[in-house]
């Protein structure tokens, strides 16, 4: 069986793409906490989980507590998140002792007034969330991060260890789950709710651009509703290069149209 590179070798990053093939093709179908055990391994010192403390967050994040609780945890905090968001990030950190919880907030200065977001939704997502979080991640190597298969169209084909747009290391444990498994899990361990679940909101994120969804909708059909986007729509490469994700567009596109 071929050697797998030491990725504690910095001169073993450019292997990465073989490593996380033979990650994938060993560990991408285990079970969610194996994965998380093994990113934690493979990567350790080097890796943060990025949280919405969202609708589902705290899965993930309670895992991560039965691990270890001191990763550090990137909470983006855009200015624009709902205030029981905050404060549900306030209520699990306690409950699970996360240690190292950190809220990634803007450089408003371009956006003062945060109104940016009804000209050009875009843009305000690379202002408040991609620019943000490159700045955070600047440390690490590789990224945890609680997305799902069945989430979007968009996530139907990703893998539990892959390379992301900026050329890092995503690694989603929670990739495989379905909405069920995510409920029983939350059920067999007594998780707190998102305050704003119990309102109809099945995924969350900013207060400008969140809605509640219908019976039957797409979980994540409120977000940037009427726009033709289910992501942030901006990435930077790893070549410090902007890439617009395909279909994403601004408000004021979406309006002229
Ligand atoms: Fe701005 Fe909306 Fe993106 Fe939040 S989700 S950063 S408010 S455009």
Redesign the pocket.
């Known amino acids: 069986m071929q050697k797998l590179p030491d990725l504690h070798d910095a001169d073993a990053r450019t292997s990465a793409p073989l490593v996380l093939t033979h990650l994938e093709a060993r560990f991408g179908a285990a079970p969610a906490q194996s994965v998380l055990a093994v990113a934690l391994d493979r990567f350790e010192g080097r890796v943060a989980l990025v949280s919405s403390f969202g609708a589902e967050a705290a899965v993930l994040l309670h895992m991560l507590s039965v691990i270890d609780r001191t990763v550090p945890v990137l909470l983006l905090d855009?200015q624009?998140l709902f205030p029981e968001t905050l404060a549900y990030q306030q209520e699990l950190s306690a409950r699970f002792g996360l240690s190292d919880v950190r809220r990634i907030k803007p450089d408003e200065s371009t956006d003062p007034d945060r109104t940016?977001?009804q000209r050009d939704?875009?843009a305000?997502?690379h202002?408040?969330?991609t620019v943000p979080l490159e700045r955070a991640l600047g440390g690490f190597d590789a990224v945890l991060t609680g997305r799902k298969r069945f989430q979007t169209k968009e996530r139907a084909g990703m893998r539990s260890f892959e390379t992301g747009p900026d050329g890092r290391v995503r690694i989603n444990p929670l990739a495989n789950w379905n909405a069920e498994q995510i409920a029983a899990y939350a059920k067999a361990h007594d998780l707190p709710q998102h305050p704003l679940v119990a309102r109809g909101f099945a995924s969350i994120?900013?207060?400008?651009?969140?809605s509640p969804v219908r019976e039957g909708e797409d979980p994540r059909a409120g977000?940037?509703r009427g726009e033709e986007r289910e992501e942030?729509g901006i990435h930077i490469r790893a070549d410090g290069t902007i890439e617009r994700i395909s279909g994403a567009r601004s408000s004021g596109e979406r309006r002229a149209g």
């Open positions: 855009t624009l940016l977001h939704s875009a305000c997502c202002l408040r969330k994120g900013c207060a400008p651009c969140t977000r940037w942030c």
